[in-house]
């Protein structure tokens, strides 16, 4: 039983280019949370999603990010037009249902901005 | 809003020492609270939780009591061990509407030293 999967585990981009994180979260779950940890930071909550919806962005900053759980395939988190201060580990949770008490987490996708 | 706020780190302790890592959190309602454990380079895993005061969670020698007169969800150890260090955070969750997302301390970084 594969638990939450994300790729790439490190991702390098220049200013200015797109980043695209992928999230497969563990079988049976169809509820998604993105997290952004900045260095020497806890954990920020940025989207919360269901398949197909989009369910709480409240912490989506209002521009250059997008977040997606289609039908088919993995969850992903798309940062267009980078810059540095994107730079930062994106964590993907997952959970069966809403009132599940605790996440399982990925290992995350470290993302360097050059 | 909500919020968790827990001891600045980080720890160094000797092997076999007590540990106590401090949290206290600030939720509108009635939270469930967490702690996870972060390995270097690792995500972040549920360590233990607790969903109601007075409720003790406990997991590998490690043990937190959720004390709702002191909104405190403090995280112990008799005896640390070396494999112990990592980053620990303290998290809550609370219910209700489309919410369900945790919200983290900023970590407290714990060094065991045989």
Known sequence: NAGVMQNPRHLVRRRGQEARLRCSPMKGHSHVYWYRQLPEEGLKFMVYLQKENIIDESGMPKERFSAEFPKEGPSILRIQQVVRGDSAAYFCASSPNLRYYGYTFGSGTRLTVV | ?114
Request: hydrophobic content about 30%.
């Open chain 2, 1 to 114: 809003g909500n919020s968790v706020t827990q001891m600045e780190g980080p720890v160094t302790l000797s092997e076999e020492a007590f540990l106590t890592i401090n949290c206290t959190y600030t939720a509108t309602g009635y939270p469930s609270l967490f702690w996870y454990v972060q390995y270097p380079g690792e995500g972040l895993q549920l360590l233990l939780k607790a969903t109601k005061a007075d409720d003790k969670g406990s997991n590998k020698g490690f043990e937190a009591t959720y004390r709702k007169e002191t909104t405190s969800f403090h995280l112990e150890k008799g005896s640390v061990q070396v494999s112990d260090s990592a980053v620990y955070f303290c998290a809550l969750r609370e219910y209700g509407g489309s919410q369900g997302n945790l919200i983290f301390g900023k970590g407290t970084k714990l060094s065991v030293k045989p």
